[in-house]
């Protein structure tokens, strides 16, 4: 199929890897070595001339664990999209003592640390772009840091999971 542009899918969340309905309708598509490659990504971005291009890159930085790197790795048993019980109790949900509020402040801390970093590294992208590529910035989702009792981003109905930038613009010289 000739499309008249090449799609081009990076991604960083081994959940959407080689094998999800998604890859198949790219004509280039890989999961990068770490979760945390968007350098890696933007390096690999290449723009030839004559041919539009569309990229695809999902981000691994900004998503639960919130690291850069494994080394401070915390281990939540049983987080997996959201943590749906922070303990049950008759009078609503209580924090259990492993995800008491020194570590949801952490974790909400380290997000906004790899959402600074991202924003670091997207000057690299955009001065890779050629004049008038045309740029989204977006989120599949929102996190939950406690509201309501949960954490994390799903499945759960929650007005903060719906809450996502949206930003758009072409690359101008």
Do not use: N
């Given at each position: 199929r000739d499309l008249g542009y090449r799609t081009v899918g990076r991604v960083s969340l081994p959940v959407l890897n080689e094998s999800t309905l998604l890859s198949g309708h790219f004509d280039d598509y890989r999961l990068m070595d770490r979760h945390d490659d968007f350098a890696g990504m933007i390096a690999?971005?290449?723009?030839?001339?004559?041919?539009?291009v569309f990229y695809f890159l999902n981000?691994?930085?900004?998503?639960?664990p919130y690291m850069l790197t494994?080394?401070?790795?915390?281990?939540?048993?049983?987080v997996h999209g959201v943590l749906r019980e922070l303990g049950k109790t008759e009078t609503g949900p209580e924090p259990p003592a492993f995800f008491d509020a020194n570590l949801m402040s952490w974790l909400h801390?380290?997000?906004?640390?790899?959402?600074?970093?991202?924003?670091g590294l997207c000057a690299r992208l955009l001065e890779k772009c050629p004049p008038d590529t045309h740029v989204?910035?977006?989120?599949?989702?929102?996190?939950?840091?406690?509201?309501d009792g949960y954490f994390g981003h799903g499945p759960?109905?929650?007005?903060?999971?719906?809450?996502?930038p949206f930003l758009e613009g072409?690359?101008?010289r």
């Open positions: 690999d971005l290449a723009f030839p001339p004559g041919r539009p981000l691994g930085e900004t998503h639960y494994e080394d401070e790795l915390p281990r939540l048993s049983g801390a380290q997000q906004v640390r790899c959402v600074e970093h991202v924003d989204i910035v977006t989120a599949d989702h929102g996190e939950l840091f406690g509201e759960v109905m929650h007005e903060k999971v719906f809450e996502v072409k690359v101008k």
